[in-house]
């Protein structure tokens, strides 16, 4: 591993470590920060020092079952400071679109620490404008729902719920949602059967506008399980460990979806999109078989949240179902029932920025961010309560990352209807090197 490796994984498994991850745990109630270590290399002292289990093990600098002594012993033996700014010297060296984003990298990483520091009252508090900026390049601000409310309302008036009756547009996507249920008990088979059909859609739509060597590669090598009592409603993880008999990788992950989650057939349907193909797996495949045929950099196997690529990852995700359509307009999806629910988990994602500005921006009460997503977003009671409290509330995912999913998907469609296919698909998906949220446009206008 060269220098810039090795500054990488010490600093990306160090904060990640003090943040309560485990990279290595399968599982989306073990990991964190760190969304993937796919290479085979070595992991560093960051990870394997007998405090970094500590660490973990009593759930990160923001649980309050925290070993303090564990994070002490851990910070005199890993100098993770000096581990970012060493990303930052080599990131100087490199320069271009590689160095830019190395950069943007190590500015994410450093803010991380800072909210470190700051939870263990070792250092000021961080602001929250540096925060959002750090993983978005963009200054906070608040959602804007209009336009989304108005599609959603008209298009329940034309599947025939009101509207106009008692408890308004709320109460329509509610009857709408109700009637719409698909049973947890069954999502493996379903689940299976959706990522067929939008691995079939991303062979027609997505495949030609991208190199010839990406065909081979598995989009959707996933096994779905449902998961009970998780504080997330999903989590994808993506393996990448598991190699041929040639060596070759098998570009494996799973999704755990949470058993109580309750969604809608179309909203499931922007689900596997956003989390599977194209979305998030098919996006990690592809990068893995660039570091594989030496066209990415180490840290394209280091894949993290919080940052700067986890936005532009998130941008994509949320514009997958478009993207295997072969569309940039919700509108131009080819049911009106399907144009509901992506709407719908779009209101949900503006609703994620709204907790992360509310509750952090204008210091609302939890109960208060509540009641404004569930009213103005019109996201389901299990949604709000999420999203305003254990992601909400979090010191780190509530000012760093749900900021994320809105930027990442306003710049994405931006990109979409700005660029031609053939260039601008490419890219995005690092065939032309890896990017960010804000590196993306070198390499476009380059």
């Not at 090795?6 to 969304?35: E, K, Q």
Request: hydrophobic letters at 40%; one cysteine or more; a negative charge.
């Amino acid at each position: 591993m060269d220098a810039i490796g090795m500054y990488l994984a010490d600093a990306v498994l160090g904060i990640d470590t003090l943040w309560g991850g485990d990279v290595m745990c399968a599982s989306g109630t073990g990991r964190f920060i760190a969304d993937s270590w796919f290479s085979d290399e070595a992991l560093p002292l960051a990870y394997t020092h007998p405090a970094a289990k500590k660490v973990r093990e009593s759930g990160g600098v923001a649980s309050k079952g925290l070993d303090r002594e564990a994070v002490d012993e851990y910070l005199r033996a890993v100098n993770l400071p000096a581990a970012i700014e060493g990303m930052r010297s080599e990131a100087k060296k490199i320069g271009g679109t590689r160095g830019s984003y190395l950069n943007g990298l190590a500015q994410c990483m450093e803010a991380m620490w800072d909210l470190a520091m700051e939870v263990l009252g070792k250092g000021d508090a961080v602001p929250y404008e540096r925060s959002v900026e750090a993983s978005t390049g963009k200054k906070p601000e608040p959602s804007k729902l209009e336009k989304k409310r108005l599609l959603v309302a008209e298009l329940l008036g034309r599947a025939g719920y009101s509207t106009t009756s008692e408890g308004g547009l709320l109460s329509a996507v509610d009857a709408w949602r109700k009637e719409r249920v698909i049973p947890m008990a069954s999502v493996r088979g379903l689940g299976a059967a959706v990522i067929a059909y939008f691995d079939n859609l991303s062979a027609k739509n997505l495949i030609p506008w991208l190199p010839k060597e990406f065909a081979r590669v598995p989009r959707a090598n996933i096994d779905f399980l449902p998961i009970r009592d998780a504080w997330f409603s999903g989590s994808m993880n993506y393996i990448g460990r598991a190699r041929n008999a040639d060596g070759s990788p098998q570009y494996e992950a799973s999704y755990e979806i949470n058993a109580s989650l309750q969604i809608t057939y179309p909203e499931f349907e922007q689900l596997v999109s956003h989390e599977v193909v194209p979305g998030h797996v098919t996006t990690f495949a592809y990068l893995q078989d660039l570091y594989v045929r030496g066209l990415a950099g180490f840290e394209a196997t280091v894949l993290t949240m919080n940052t700067r690529a986890a936005t532009l990852f998130e941008g994509i995700a949320n514009n997958a179902i478009l993207i295997a359509h072969g569309v940039t307009e919700v509108e131009q999806l080819p049911d009106e029932d399907l144009q509901i629910g992506v709407l719908l988990a779009l209101l949900q994602d503006d609703a994620k920025n709204q907790s992360s500005y509310l509750t952090w921006g204008e210091k609302r009460e939890q109960k208060d961010v509540a009641t404004a997503l569930r009213r103005d977003f019109l996201v389901t009671e299990e949604r709000a309560d999420k999203l305003s409290g254990a992601w909400g509330r979090h010191p780190l995912l509530g000012r760093m990352y749900l900021p994320a999913y809105r930027a990442g998907t306003d710049k994405v469609a931006e990109l979409r209807r700005k660029w031609p296919a053939e260039k601008v698909m490419p890219a995005i998906f690092g065939a032309n090197g890896l990017v960010d949220i804000i590196t993306i446009d070198e390499v476009l206008k380059g």
